[in-house]
């Protein structure tokens, strides 16, 4: 890849921070973390400080702290004598996090049977509603915003503070892999509805009580999501 020159590399790609009720740290943060997300800023791009604080209009400060906590979510590198770079994909690295993923989203399935009542049970099937919906319509940024509703109300019912932080974290690490996952034109077209089946299977099994079958949906899941994510990655995605 061409390393980019000392000017202005990224025009119209991130955008200058506007007037908002959110905390101008929150609002960087959130612009360039979803500039990485969704591909924007690509995978090697440097992040060169005085060129962030021309085009989002904020001072180095808080360009520096953003980039830290992006280090932190696993988004930002920091090479020696070359600064902040996008973090690539690393095929090692995404097969270790979907293992990890695997084992705690299908703890938090069986947690949800053993802690969640009616109401976290309810409030889970709109989730899935409104993600089965948000599938048919075809837009991956909709698609990632309900599916990530969902599991914020798995994680609620699952009544675990230190499982939800810790699939806090590791959701902030594999979200580039899951935009990839939903956006890239080369997506298996069977894997929408395998991934709707999938997570309905999952509420039926929590629906029913049972803890062994809603954990073991889960992983399985989160596995066909994986090898998705590995076909795509293999084929130079």
Excluded: C
């Amino acid at each position: 890849m061409t390393e980019p020159s000392s000017q202005t590399q990224h025009p119209g790609v991130i955008s200058a921070i506007q007037k908002s009720p959110a905390p101008l740290r929150r609002q960087v943060l959130d612009e360039l973390r979803q500039s990485i997300i969704s591909g924007r800023l690509e995978p090697g791009a440097r992040l060169v400080e005085r060129e962030l604080v021309g085009m989002m209009g904020v001072s180095r400060t808080v360009i520096r702290e953003a980039l830290r906590q992006l280090e932190t979510e696993g988004l930002v590198a920091i090479i020696p004598n070359k600064g902040p770079v996008v973090r690539k994909l690393s095929l090692e690295e995404a097969r270790d996090l979907y293992s990890i993923r695997a084992v705690l989203e299908g703890l938090a399935a069986r947690l949800f049977v053993e802690n969640g009542d009616s109401a976290h049970v309810e409030k889970l099937e709109q989730a899935l509603e409104d993600t089965a919906e948000a599938y048919w319509g075809g837009d991956p940024g909709r698609i990632l915003e309900t599916k990530n509703r969902f599991y914020d109300v798995l994680f609620e019912g699952a009544g675990s503070e230190t499982l939800s932080s810790m699939i806090g974290l590791l959701h902030m690490r594999i979200r580039r892999w899951r935009a990839l996952g939903l956006g890239h034109p080369k997506r298996s077209p069977e894997r929408s509805k395998e991934s709707i089946d999938g997570l309905w299977g999952v509420l039926e099994a929590i629906r029913e009580r049972d803890a062994d079958l809603a954990e073991r949906t889960m992983r399985d899941e989160v596995r066909r999501a994986s090898a998705e994510v590995m076909r795509l990655l293999a084929d130079g995605a």
